[in-house]
């Protein structure tokens, strides 16, 4: 039983050794989420224009829509239709 235990810790330190070697891979073996490098705009349909333009990098979407409703209050009160979408990095 034991020897079976140290067989697993060895598999899976050795897993963990190489995941942390890959060069696809960052920050310790964790790897990069599909998001980095994408915005998420904050755009009101009745203007027709994008009102702010947010990293999801840095930004979640928590964060994003705390900023909306503080700073764009006045417009949403007008009765104004402001969402968030995702876009692509340019470039």
């Given at each position: 039983?034991?020897?079976?235990?140290?067989?697993?810790?060895?598999?899976?330190?050795?897993?963990?050794?190489?995941?942390?070697?890959?060069?696809?891979?960052?920050?310790?073996?964790?790897?990069?989420?599909?998001?980095?490098?994408?915005?998420?705009?904050?755009?009101?349909?009745?203007?027709?224009?994008?009102?702010?333009?947010?990293?999801?990098?840095?930004?979640?979407?928590?964060?994003?829509?705390?900023l909306?409703?503080?700073?764009?209050?006045?417009?949403?009160?007008?009765g104004?239709?402001?969402?968030?979408?995702?876009?692509?990095?340019?470039?």
């Open positions: 039983m034991v020897a079976a235990a140290a067989a697993i810790t060895a598999k899976t330190t050795a897993a963990a050794a190489a995941a942390a070697s890959d060069p696809k891979k960052e920050g310790g073996g964790r790897e990069k989420t599909s998001v980095e490098g994408r915005f998420k705009e904050v755009y009101c349909s009745d203007c027709k224009r994008v009102l702010a333009r947010y990293s999801t990098k840095y930004f979640t979407d928590a964060d994003i829509n705390e909306v409703h503080i700073h764009y209050s006045s417009h949403i009160r007008e104004h239709d402001v969402g968030t979408r995702l876009v692509p990095e340019k470039g």
